[in-house]
T-cell receptor, first 114, second 113 residues
């Protein structure tokens, strides 16, 4: 079946602009994660959604970052007033349920802030 | 979550077994060992996980020492497509709370022709 998809695959934006990144998880998966990966670094957790529970936002680096998940499916990560240090690959992952061991990752969105 | 230590890189010849080591000396009793890999320009891919018994699936084998302080991921017949960064992660079993994965730098495996 279809995997996790993300759009756009690449985004170049000017410093100070807002951007929205989209994640379509695998159908039926109830848990969704956002991570980011800066050049040459490991993955950094950003935010976690599970069903209708309040999201865990403990990884968001600043209040310029926010995310929502509508209808328990698609998620959007929004970065306001982008800065150059926001340049990274933003990865989304979903799991079948809250106790699944395996996270399925999308291909990521490469964000470049100029 | 317990920290893991992996060498930064290794290489192996195509068709040979690739043995990727990982140290996790501070692992606690309820923590699992997970392996993911990330091929260039792709998202990470789950490979295998285990608690204390050795595990095998269609992708790889996971050998965990008896004291659980280290493990080895074995790719039995490496191919060029196995060239990737391999991440060893230690984490408690998912319980419903945030089961985020904490990725380190991983080990870069280069498979040579």
């Amino acid at each position: 079946g279809a995997g996790v998809s993300q759009s756009p695959s690449n985004k170049v934006t000017e410093k100070g602009k807002d951007v929205e990144l989209r994640c379509d998880p695998i159908s039926g998966h109830t848990a969704l994660y956002w991570y980011r990966q800066s050049l040459g670094q490991g993955l950094e957790f950003l935010i976690y959604f599970q069903g209708n529970s309040a999201p865990d936002k403990s990884g968001l680096p600043s209040d310029r970052f926010s995310a929502e998940r509508t209808g328990g499916s698609v998620s959007t990560l929004t970065i306001q007033r982008t800065q150059q240090e926001d340049s990274a690959v933003y990865l989304c992952a979903s799991t079948r349920d809250r106790v699944s061991y395996e996270q399925y990752f999308g291909p990521g969105t490469r964000l470049t802030v100029t | 979550d317990a920290k893991t230590t992996q060498p930064p890189s290794m290489d192996c010849a195509e068709g040979r077994a690739a043995n990727l080591p990982c140290n996790h000396s501070t692992i606690s009793g309820n923590e699992y060992v997970y392996w993911y890999r990330q091929i260039h320009s792709q998202g990470p891919q789950y490979i295998i996980h285990g608690l204390k018994n050795n595990e095998t699936n269609e992708m790889a084998s996971l050998i965990i020492t008896e004291d659980r302080k280290s493990s080895t991921l074995i790719l039995p017949h490496a191919t060029l497509r196995d060239t990737a960064v391999y991440y060893c992660i230690v984490r408690a079993s998912p319980t419903g709370a945030n089961s985020k994965l904490t990725f380190g730098k991983g080990i870069t495996l280069s498979v040579r022709p």
